[in-house]
């Protein structure tokens, strides 16, 4: 059986190492933590054991250059959980920081880490640190971790923190593996249709001047004939508009006013609407919800849950909110009066108002909401996939049918 070299962490924060039988490395890692250690390096035949001088003091060069994100909301969830329990566990942020430096695969996102590390040697908070990190730590994050600073409980804000982004990203997955189908069988229609119009349809053509020598073709071949001029014609201009489009499309979500405008008729869609403001409802009800359990004041907490919004209306509608709460009216009235928000939201918020747990419901509606997305998601795939397979059957059944039509009639021509 394998040998694998170990590193881990005590209960008391000290650094452990060894040497154990396993039959890969994962089972290492799980005997390791079955000792009642926190595993930070596994290696076989001495490749991870051993202790390493300087707890991750590695020499740093330039931090390397990345396009797109740092770490992706998963790696930054995982990361957050980590950090909460190493901490939880009585060891130093800085030391916490060093080990997961260590262990980090991503080079990109170990620069960042050693980036806080550097941080708080130099004296800073942990969230003075990340506010120079935007693009990597959002504001809702950077504001729960000064909470938790703040009111001296930072381990039980990571955790907090941990749980909130493995909920949103797990909401945002099935979200995006329901849209996925869809857009899959669209695009596979467009590359069919396309074929067939501009390879396909034109040697027909031919096929058919031959032998029909002049007679007048069934109206639907004549149609799908037409269609395919059309396009064989234009297609680099068709190209060219569909490229438009998507550039328009973005230019137009830049700007203040047409995002407005592109989320409020993607509200107003049937079925995806609905999905999308369930959505909204629950992201916002589970930030306000988890920064509040934290401790955050409720104007800010309000700030931070308008500014990471995915959709401006409801942002639109979190900013009155915010007005009305700022100038002494409740909660669940402010809600109320932006009429964007469901009742269900507006009465859980009126009885955490009366009995002092806002927090609490205002968790309990993101479960619930969460719950309904879920279903949500389930139903719409189910009710999509029949129909775009029916789409794609009749789309393709209609040129096939146009172009046996006229080869029925040469059939019985000949004979």
């Keep these: 059986m394998p040998r694998f070299d170990f590193t881990a962490i005590d209960g008391t924060g000290r650094e452990r190492s060894g040497t154990l039988e396993a039959a890969t490395a994962e089972r290492a890692a799980e005997e390791v ?55 939880q566990a009585g060891l130093p942020l800085l030391r916490a920081l060093q080990v997961l430096e260590r262990q980090e695969r991503r080079p990109a996102f170990r620069a960042v880490i050693a980036e806080l590390a550097a941080g708080i040697v130099a004296g800073e908070s942990l969230s003075t640190a990340m506010v120079k990190r935007r693009r990597v730590f959002p504001e809702v994050y950077v504001g729960m971790v000064r909470a938790g600073e703040a009111g001296g409980h930072l381990e039980v804000a990571l955790l907090q923190l941990a749980r909130f982004l493995e909920k949103a990203d797990r909401i945002r997955r099935r979200v995006q593996a329901a849209l996925y189908y869809p857009v899959a069988v669209l695009t596979v229609t467009v590359l069919i249709l396309t074929g067939l119009m501009l390879f396909v349809v034109p040697k027909f053509r031919t096929i058919f001047q031959e032998q029909l020598r002049g007679a007048e073709m069934p109206g639907l071949t004549q149609a799908v004939l037409a269609t395919s001029d059309f396009v064989g014609a234009h297609a680099g201009w068709l190209a060219l508009g569909g490229a438009g489009l998507a550039i328009l499309h973005a230019g137009v979500r830049r700007a203040a006013r047409g995002r407005r405008f592109l989320d409020e008729v993607g509200l107003r869609l049937p079925a995806l609407g609905e999905l999308r403001r369930k959505t909204a409802v629950a992201r916002f009800a589970r930030t306000l919800g988890t920064m509040l359990g934290n401790g955050v004041p409720i104007l800010q907490a309000l700030q931070v849950a308008r500014d990471t919004a995915d959709n401006a209306v409801f942002a639109t509608a979190l900013d009155a909110v915010r007005l009305h709460v700022q100038a002494g009216v409740g909660l669940a009235a402010a809600l109320r009066a932006t009429r964007r928000f469901p009742d269900l939201l507006e009465s859980m918020v009126a009885v955490g108002e009366e009995t002092g747990a806002l927090a609490e419901m205002l968790g309990r509606v993101a479960d619930a909401y969460d719950e309904e997305v879920d279903t949500a998601v389930g139903g719409l795939t189910a009710l999509l996939e029949p129909l775009l397979i029916v789409f794609l059957a009749l789309t393709v059944g209609t040129i096939v049918i146009a172009l046996f039509l006229p080869i029925v009639r040469i059939i019985q021509t000949m004979s």
């Design 33 to 87: 933590r079955q000792r009642g250690f926190f595993p930070t390096s596994i290696g076989a035949g001495g490749e991870g054991g051993g202790r390493r001088d300087g707890a991750g003091a590695r020499p740093r060069g330039r931090a390397p250059v990345t396009f797109g994100r740092v770490v992706d909301a998963h790696g930054l969830a995982e990361f957050t959980r980590q950090l909460g329990t190493l901490v």
